[in-house]
């Protein structure tokens, strides 16, 4: 048992990394359009944060662009430092959310919660990208 935990925390097969950089490239992309397509949504939760008006509309496109643009290199681009960004990118949404929308972090549903795999996963494809294809 102890030589097969050995071999798998050495290694990491492409599929594997293929295949999370496919859900995490969806998670990016999708967010981004829910961002855009749920513009009222989107502007309602800006308010908390102190952004309304022409503000807040620019701060939604910035955001929802970024995001779209992650999904996009996730899938087209990757590396370490993509993987880098993304993980900053989630502890700054993080610290933000859990300070002026504090309700989240009581959601029944762990909205910040879900954070910590997105994280876990942008670990492992930083700590075995020299493996990827």
């Not at 009222?40 to 503000?55: C, D, E, F, Y």
């Not at 996730?74 to 993304?86: D, M, N, P, S």
Request: with cysteine; net charge positive; glycine share 6%.
């Amino acid at each position: 048992m102890e030589h097969a935990d050995r071999d798998y925390r050495g290694n990491m097969k492409s599929s594997d990394l293929r295949l999370m950089r496919l859900v995490l490239a969806i998670v990016w992309l999708v967010t981004g359009v829910l961002s855009i397509c749920n513009q009222q949504s989107s502007l309602n939760l800006l308010t908390p944060v102190g952004l309304s008006g022409a503000i807040a509309l620019a701060a939604l496109y910035l955001a929802a662009g970024l995001d779209i643009l992650l999904g996009l290199l996730t899938l087209f681009w990757h590396g370490k430092l993509l993987w880098t960004i993304q993980a900053c990118l989630i502890l700054v949404y993080t610290v933000i959310i859990s300070v002026w929308l504090p309700e989240y972090l009581r959601h029944p549903f762990g909205p910040i919660l879900k954070n910590l795999p997105l994280l876990l996963m942008l670990w492992l494809l930083y700590k075995y990208e020299k493996q990827a294809p």
